[in-house]
């Protein structure tokens, strides 16, 4: 095999494998804070629930726009009476989670809802950037204060994605292609000599 399209090969399967390591399993256990909330519509002073708390796991592929859904949502523990579901943005690693996300990171001010936003939420530094808890009472607070901690799942080591495959095929192909062609030149030039 040429060397140019060896190296060709190699190249080509190397970006490959970069372009999908970016995507992994995430599986990601957060807990967040809210409090300190100021209303921003309605007019019954009933205050919320001060401080919010919640504890979720979250085990999604991060490679792909997610809509909304459940799937892969755990909610663990949580101090207000709602249900959750999520979406996933790659462009801006974030993540919407709410009890009825009406559009793409739209949130519902309906009564009786919350909503949440997740800046970075597959990286190394997570941020909780919004936090709304919409009363029964069609009351809409906002939190002031926002705090967020994540623990990732640990275990082995994983099975390798299959591009990683790939790539190991690819190379193995290719070090076999190398050593017969390496032996062949052997061959005739010991025949030769």
């Known amino acids: 095999m040429n060397s ?5 090969a190699l190249g080509i399967a190397a970006w490959g494998l970069g372009v999908a390591a970016q995507a992994a399993v995430i599986n990601r256990t957060f807990d967040l804070q809210a409090s300190r909330f100021e209303q921003v519509f309605g007019s019954d ?34 101090t207000l009476p709602y249900g959750a579901e999520f979406q996933y943005f790659t462009a801006t690693d974030g993540l919407a989670l709410a009890t ?12 009786g809802k919350f909503c949440a936003f997740i800046h970075d939420a597959t990286s190394a530094a997570p941020t909780l950037i919004f936090f709304q808890n919409a009363l029964p009472t069609n009351n809409v607070w906002r939190a002031n204060s ?6 990732d799942a640990r275990g082995g080591p994983g099975v390798p994605e299959p591009a990683a495959w790939a790539l190991m095929l690819i190379g193995f192909g290719g070090l076999g292609a ?3 062609w390496s032996r062949r030149s052997h061959t005739k030039m010991s025949l030769a000599g």
């Open 100 to 111: 009825d996300l009406s559009g793409p990171a739209t949130c519902s001010s309906t009564a």
């Open 146 to 151: 926002l705090a967020l901690t994540y623990t």
């Open 178 to 180: 190398r050593l017969r």
């Open 45 to 78: 002073p009933t205050s919320p629930q001060d401080p919010v708390s919640m504890n979720f796991t979250l085990m999604f592929d991060n490679g792909a726009d997610i809509g909304t859904t459940t799937t892969g949502l755990t909610v663990n523990s949580f």
């Open 4 to 8: 140019k399209w060896m190296a060709a």
